[in-house]
């Protein structure tokens, strides 16, 4: 039986998946890093492939943007094709002069102003926090790649809204440590854990909020390697 939006086979989705928001980018990966990648689904342009790296069986999936989009793929990537890790490679914005354009946040939590968590228990707060072990694998990944990016490892802020009507609110968060903004980690950690399985959210800085330094969407799409590299070097090491 196939699921309802990403339409794969039995099968052709593997255990390991790397999940960038933009489909594009995850047709760049498959093409840039694996071998004898493979289309297993195109549905609704939310492209999807399966290949190997370094022997490994992994798949890149895209996952849309915002949370409600990402929980809809990674549901169907947990209940439906039995994925064990996810691994989230994605852009996030800087809200803290600590990072640069182009520097990599490694998230070990991710705070959010989304609904969905509230619904989903009652009122009360959840802290999302990453597996240990694709923490700690990403981290040593880190360390032993040469990379032309520095690695940070911290929390995000996963915001529903991308142009926020109240931006000052955001410097609660920085005073408590949250080093960028981006829009899925947390959802992503919660369903994780809520499946028993192993979620991460490695992320490139594609746009620095405070000194309005970006990146271009090609350079978005196709620049972000370095994350790239870490990501599987984790992901097939746990």
């Not at 790397?18 to 004898?36: C, S, Y």
């Not at 960028?180 to 959210?201: K, N, P, Q, S």
């Amino acid at each position: 039986m196939v699921s309802t939006h990403i339409a794969a086979e039995p099968g052709q989705i593997a255990p390991v998946v790397l999940f960038p928001g933009d489909p594009l980018r995850a047709k760049w990966i498959a093409e840039t890093f694996l071998d004898d990648a493979e289309l297993y689904s195109e549905t609704r342009g939310m492209l999807g492939y399966t290949g190997t790296w370094n022997g490994h069986r992994v798949s890149v999936q895209g996952s849309g943007m915002g949370q409600p989009s990402m929980a809809i793929y990674a549901h169907e990537l947990f209940a439906d094709y039995d994925v064990q890790t996810i691994v989230r490679v994605g852009s996030c914005g800087a809200l803290t002069e600590k990072l640069k354009v182009r520097d990599i946040v490694i998230a070990n939590a991710a705070s959010t102003d989304s609904g969905i968590n509230r619904v989903r228990f009652h009122g009360l707060d959840y802290a999302p926090v990453a597996d240990f072990a694709l923490l700690r694998a990403a981290v040593e990944a880190s360390e032993s790649e040469p990379l032309g990016s520095t690695v940070h490892v911290g929390q995000l802020f996963s915001s529903d809204q991308f142009y926020s009507t109240r931006p000052e609110l955001t410097q609660a968060f920085v005073q408590h440590g949250i080093l960028g903004v981006e829009m899925e980690a947390a959802g992503l950690y919660t369903l994780a854990a809520f499946h028993g399985r192993r979620a991460l959210a490695i992320c490139t800085v594609s746009d620095h909020i405070v000194t309005g330094e970006e990146t271009t969407a090609q350079e978005r799409e196709q620049t972000f390697g370095d994350m790239i590299r870490i990501a599987l070097r984790a992901a097939t090491a746990v």
